[in-house]
């Protein structure tokens, strides 16, 4: 484990650079099969494009693991150590960065009928400022290398949601505050603006950091509010988010094995994808290696030495 003063930036992966006149946000894949190509001229919208995936895992190892790590958090706690606890939103989170690294082609997003591969790995999630039916919610937005741990995505995303509980640097909440205070015909006037500059792909730095859905993934933890099943939702036609994942609360289920009946720990995954980004024996793939990670979560604590590129 490192402290907080430590360089997380050192002996980096490889990363593509992104080239002149490029999207701000991705550049288009060269190689695409024709009739991969063809598809975003038979499914013209995000909404209408999606596959909706609901898989049921054990994460019994991920318990232990997390559990383990808390009490070594807490017995060699001192004053440069100051991060909060190993969470479940928190292992999620660094799960679907590792899941979108080794496998690219999950961050890719349609745009004016082309297939993009995103610059970087971008995750979307609902931070509840208050635990109450009055609570604010806000949508933050985390830029993650590739290659991360979940320490480096701990100290991220810990900054982050303190931030945003504390009304600092809440900037979705506080535009779209002072938007709702204009009359409907600016709002949405100011929509179309934030639109076409996604269609031209050109965005001001600071649009992107206030429009939660130009992100590789929005993710929800509804357990964390004690909801035990996960809902399915549909993508937005508006912005290039091309997966949703969410996560219902972890439970105790029977299952009959060869050494008789047995209670695990599981919890349900809903996902919906963009099927436009890539088909579906890649996406099954992609299942087996998540199952891989959640029987071996400690190899979460290591970063990637190799990703790869999806040019």
């Known amino acids: ?14 990363k593509r650079k992104r080239k002149r006149w490029e999207r701000f946000d991705g550049y288009k894949v060269k190689g695409i099969p024709s009739f991969q190509k063809l598809i975003p001229y038979l499914m013209r919208t995000r909404d209408a494009s999606t596959n909706y995936f609901e898989v049921t895992y054990d994460i019994g190892e991920v318990i232990k693991y997390l559990n383990e790590k808390n ?58 400022k208050e635990f109450s039916d009055e609570g604010e919610e806000s949508t933050a937005v985390e830029n993650f290398e590739r290659d991360s741990n979940i320490d480096d995505v701990r100290y991220k995303l810990h900054d982050s949601i303190k931030n945003v509980k504390k009304t600092i640097d809440d900037n979705t909440g506080d535009f779209v505050d002072t938007l709702m205070k204009f009359p409907n015909f600016i709002v949405r006037f100011v929509v179309w603006i ?34 035990k099943g996960a809902p399915h939702h549909h993508l937005y036609d508006r912005g290039t988010c091309s997966l949703l994942v969410s996560v219902g609360s972890i439970r105790k289920e029977k299952y009959l ?22 088909d579906g024996f890649y996406f099954v793939k992609t299942f087996d290696i998540l199952q891989k990670i959640l029987q071996n979560p400690q190899q979460l604590d290591n970063r990637l030495k190799e990703v790869p590129i999806d040019e």
């Open 194 to 227: 934030f639109d076409a500059l996604i269609f031209i792909g050109y965005c001001p730095a600071i649009l992107r950091k206030i429009d939660s859905m130009q992100c590789s993934v929005m993710f929800s933890n509804v357990g964390s509010i004690g909801l």
């Open 71 to 128: 009490r070594n958090l807490e017995e060699n706690i001192d004053s440069n150590n100051l991060i909060n606890h190993y969470t479940y939103t928190l292992f999620f989170i660094t799960l679907i960065v590792r899941i979108l690294a080794l496998r690219p082609h999950l961050n890719r997003f349609v745009s004016r009928k082309n297939i993009y591969q995103r610059h970087n790995i971008e995750i979307a999630f609902v931070v509840k």
């Open 1 to 14: 484990m490192y402290n907080d003063g430590e360089d997380l930036n050192t002996e980096r992966v490889y």
């Open 257 to 278: 094995t060869d050494n008789g009946v047995e209670e695990k720990d599981v919890v349900d995954f809903k996902i919906s994808m963009d099927e436009r980004i890539a």
